[in-house]
């Protein structure tokens, strides 16, 4: 069975640093390309970035709105995908979801909060 | 970036009626080398993350029931829900992976007439 458990989530002030961590299991993570997706409270889904497979040499891309702020990697031999959340904004606040990227965002987590707040 | 554009907003449809629900791109998300559609459709209920319901602009996912359909191609997409169940009043977004960014709908809210 495929899972994703997203950590690291919670409570930090503007201007500060978060890592979040995605641990997978059931299927062949370094075959796969990795995505974290937001979503605001109330709102819609956002992207916020990607790491392609070892194939593709893990190349990332992100969305405009975190480029130069946040960095994602992953640790092939440990199953994991991570975020580096540095300079947060209050726009940032959102719960954060690791997906399996496929045909489309086949598989999810459940999510974590995170809530940029003085 | 390609923006994707849902419509309705919101919908309300009686229990056993069709639903639709329609979704633009500002731009073709047809790859012709392999004449796909990198359209999908996902379904959020609340307080759980979004299910892949149809990729390809119209396969289902494994599990997906047949009610649930997809149609379409370029730029204008459609989900079709056949015969509406009460389980399936929920939030749901189309998406392009033709290039990043990747990018959503805004989101149609279906709820039970």
């Known amino acids: 069975e495929v899972q994703l458990v997203e950590s690291g989530g919670g409570l930090v002030q503007p201007g500060g640093s978060l890592r979040l961590s995605c641990a997978a299991s059931g299927f062949t993570f370094s075959d796969h390309y990795m995505d974290w997706v937001r979503q605001a409270p109330g709102k819609g889904l956002e992207w916020v970035g990607r790491t392609r497979n070892k194939a593709n040499s893990y190349n990332t891309d992100y969305a405009a709105s975190v480029r130069g702020r946040f960095s994602i990697s992953r640790d092939d031999s440990k199953k994991s995908l991570y975020l580096q959340m540095n300079s947060l904004k209050t726009e940032d606040t959102a719960v954060y979801y690791c997906?399996?990227?496929?045909?489309?965002?086949?598989?999810w987590g459940q999510g974590t909060l995170v809530t940029v707040s003085s | 970036d390609i923006v994707m554009t849902q419509s309705p907003d919101s919908l309300a449809v009686s229990l056993g009626e069709r639903a639709t629900i329609n979704c633009k791109s500002s731009?073709?998300?047809?790859?012709?080398?392999?004449?796909?559609?990198?359209l999908a459709w996902y379904q959020q209920k609340p307080g759980q993350p979004p299910k892949l319901l149809i990729y390809?602009?119209?396969t289902r996912e494994s599990g997906v029931p047949d009610r649930f359909s997809g149609s379409g191609s370029g730029t204008d997409f459609t989900l079709t829900i056949s015969s509406l169940q009460a389980e399936d009043v929920a939030v749901y977004y189309c998406q392009q992976y033709y290039n990043t960014p990747i990018t959503f709908g805004q989101g149609t809210r279906l709820e039970i007439k």
């Open positions: 390809w602009a119209s």
């Open positions: 997906a399996r990227g496929n045909y489309g965002l086949d598989y």
């Open positions: 731009q073709s998300v047809l790859y012709n080398s392999n004449n796909e559609n990198y």
